[in-house]
């Protein structure tokens, strides 16, 4: 891959935070995918797709430099290099080797110093690529991003290659932004906002416990109903799902629980600021 753009600089504050929880627990954190591959496709094309992604984008171009154990690592991005893509046969069926690939690249953690966070594999059957499996470090991809990846690969032109001007802002660039004054002051007036709104919520919004403590939990919940409406909210208001689906989350727990105010606590999200 070949980019524009390198440097060293600390980590952005998003960054800091899963930094500090992979060194608790040891283990990276990260983002993985698959998806069936067009007919035709071959190895040489997604090995041009995967230097085309890393060469525009300085966040799967970087790696850490480790310092002291109480110390932040640095953020380093690189110009050039090499990223591997992983070519894996599978017998008949793809699906197995599809699981088997994604499990192996999520439980073995990244080389932080010396691994770009993408791994990339295709999966072949009698020798023609027919899926492709892609996990990345969440340091440097979020759900978020990762759309914004996937747009701006779609964006490319299929005949000359080239796709438009990049202009996000990128990790080394965000993380001075990050450390001005004036970052600094809208981070504090929203942890105030933040401070307020918690201190209105009536301790008891939600009733007592029914259940035991039992910890952090994850509920999936499927409709197919709720899938489609989603969507034509998004597609009708201009807004992501993710914005819609949590409109109407608020909106059926406030009906739900009878409380005009509905605190839901995001794991994620730092795009309230301009340019982010």
Excluded at 166 to 191: D, G, H, I, N, Y
């Amino acid at each position: 891959f070949q980019g524009s753009g390198a440097g060293v600089g600390e980590l952005t504050w998003a960054q800091i935070g899963l930094w500090e929880g992979m060194r608790v627990t040891g283990r990276s954190v990260t983002m993985a995918g698959s998806a069936p591959l067009p007919p035709g496709t071959t190895v040489d094309q997604m090995a041009d797709l995967l230097g085309y992604m890393v060469g525009r984008h300085q966040a799967l171009r970087s790696v850490f430099r480790l310092r002291g154990a109480d110390e932040m690592p640095l953020q380093v991005c690189v110009e050039s290099g090499v990223v591997p893509l992983e070519v894996v046969d599978a017998d008949g069926d793809p699906t197995a080797a599809v699981a088997s690939v994604e499990s192996r690249y999520r439980e073995t953690s990244f080389d932080y110093e010396h691994e770009f966070p993408v791994r990339m594999a295709v999966v072949c059957v009698a020798g023609l690529p027919v899926h492709m499996v892609a996990v990345y470090l969440h340091t440097a991809l979020d759900a978020g991003g990762l759309r914004a990846l996937l747009a701006d690969v779609f964006s490319r032109d299929p005949v000359t290659g080239v796709g438009p001007p990049v202009t996000a802002v990128q990790p080394l660039e965000q993380a001075v932004r990050q450390r001005t004054s004036a970052a600094r002051r809208q981070s504090a007036a929203a942890m105030v906002h933040l401070d307020h709104a918690l201190r209105a919520m009536h301790h008891r919004q939600f009733g007592e416990p029914r259940h035991p403590d039992r910890g952090i939990r994850m509920i999936r919940y499927r409709s197919f109903a709720a899938g489609l409406a989603v969507r034509r909210i998004s597609d009708q208001e201009g807004i992501n799902t993710a914005s819609a689906l949590l409109a109407v989350f608020a909106i059926g727990l406030a009906r739900r629980v009878g409380q005009g105010r509905i605190l839901a606590m995001l794991m994620v999200s730092n795009r309230f600021r301009p340019g982010f």
